[in-house]
């Protein structure tokens, strides 16, 4: 390929915030020993905060950002990897303290990276990301209850911000584990979508966005929550017995006003979901499931695809709450 490749970067100087996509070339890469051709990387929440203004994220400019990227390895100086070998990369903070994936060719430390399984395509890692590999972190976070904590089976698990990148997948794949699945959503119009995914009940945000009781009746075996704040502790009042909550996104609230009553008289689990710092086995075992557990086909007709130049039109979208679904950026679109 062309020594010049198209990145997108970020720069503030003084009060001036910039982002632009310029033509630089491999001496601006300066992060790690595995030299990528990129092929895809996507759009999150944590992307649209550092597109907008850094987010308190980035301590460092210029810099390319882009949390999430799939392709193929041009340069190796790590014998874990070598010319050719298809990768897939998520959190590490890349995109942050590292330059990410909104760059044709991206330099990272080989640590960070994981090989992709051949029985998912390059295209397909990124239609999952950071918000994909979240949702099936969470989804064997729940059947935890089951296999690791050899408890009662799953029947009923409960899904927060359903038509988000997170929520969307995870009532996919805990729709293939078996499980029936309510959908929470403010977006009426969006039922038919969250029912072609899989969800076996699709309910309104409202009914969970208000003060909680101490404890109520228990509804769920498993809880997946993106949101927070009152939808959470709601989801944490109507927890069954021995119930696990994965906690994985903040989009409603930071804030959590609970009690201790549902933890002490059900013995509930709340296990929050950290996947930009998982461990690479634990990478490596969620990807090699992720064909079994998503139907790509459903998901594919919620993808939006985007070039570098589009994505600076798209970004604000996602801060908005106006994006269903996931971002895909073509980097070589």
């Given at each position: 390929m062309s020594?010049?490749?198209?990145?997108?970067?970020?720069?503030?100087?003084?009060?001036?915030?910039?982002?632009?996509?310029?033509?630089?070339?491999?001496?601006?890469?300066?992060?790690?020993?595995?030299?990528?051709?990129?092929?895809?990387?996507?759009?999150?929440y944590k992307d649209g905060m550092i597109l907008k203004n850094g987010g308190r994220l980035v301590k460092e400019f210029p810099h390319i950002p882009g949390i999430d990227f799939s392709g193929t390895v041009l340069e190796s100086e790590n014998q874990k990897f070598k010319t050719g070998d298809e990768i897939i990369l998520t959190g590490w903070r890349v995109g942050e303290a590292f330059f990410g994936g909104y760059s044709q060719?991206?330099?990272?430390?080989?640590?960070?990276?994981?090989?992709?399984?051949?029985?998912?395509?390059?295209?397909?890692?990124?239609?999952?990301?950071?918000?994909?590999?979240?949702?099936?972190?969470?989804?064997?976070?729940?059947q935890a209850r089951e296999e690791i904590l050899?408890?009662?089976?799953?029947?009923?698990?409960?899904?927060?911000?359903?038509?988000?990148?997170?929520?969307?997948?995870?009532?996919?794949?805990?729709?293939?584990?078996?499980?029936?699945?309510?959908?929470v959503t403010g977006k009426d119009s969006k039922t038919d979508y969250l029912k072609?995914?899989?969800a076996k009940n699709v309910v309104n945000r409202a009914d969970f966005d208000k003060d909680p009781r101490p404890i109520d009746k228990g509804l769920w075996d498993g809880v997946v929550d993106t949101v927070g704040g009152k939808i959470l502790a709601n989801a944490i009042?109507?927890?069954?017995?021995?119930?696990?909550?994965?906690?994985?996104?903040?989009?409603?609230?930071?804030?959590?006003?609970?009690?201790?009553?549902?933890?002490?008289?059900?013995?509930?689990?709340?296990?929050?979901m950290d996947s930009a710092n998982c461990s690479i086995k634990r990478r490596e075992f969620i990807w090699?499931?992720?064909?079994?557990?998503?139907?790509?086909?459903?998901?594919?007709?919620?993808?939006?695809?985007?070039?570098?130049?589009?994505?600076?039109?798209?970004?604000?979208?996602i801060l908005k709450g106006e994006i269903s679904g996931r971002v895909l950026v073509d980097l070589n679109k």
């Open positions: 020594d010049n490749f198209k990145a997108l970067i970020i720069n503030q100087e003084g009060e001036n915030f910039t982002r632009e996509v310029k033509s630089i070339d491999k001496s601006f890469l300066k992060h790690g020993d595995v030299t990528v051709k990129v092929d895809y990387s996507d759009l999150n060719v991206a330099k990272v430390n080989a640590d960070f990276l994981v090989k992709r399984p051949s029985n998912l395509t390059s295209k397909q890692a990124m239609m999952l990301g950071t918000a994909g590999f979240t949702s099936l972190m969470s989804a064997f976070a729940i050899l408890g009662d089976k799953v029947n009923d698990v409960l899904v927060t911000g359903a038509t988000g990148g997170v929520g969307s997948v995870a009532v996919m794949a805990l729709t293939k584990l078996g499980y029936n699945v309510t959908a072609s995914l899989g009042a109507q927890t069954r017995s021995n119930g696990i909550i994965a906690v994985c996104g903040n989009t409603n609230s930071n804030e959590l006003n609970t009690n201790l009553l549902p933890f002490m008289l059900r013995g509930i689990k709340v296990w929050g090699a499931e992720a064909a079994k557990l998503v139907d790509f086909e459903v998901l594919e007709k919620s993808i939006l695809i985007v070039s570098l130049d589009e994505l600076l039109e798209t970004y604000p979208k």
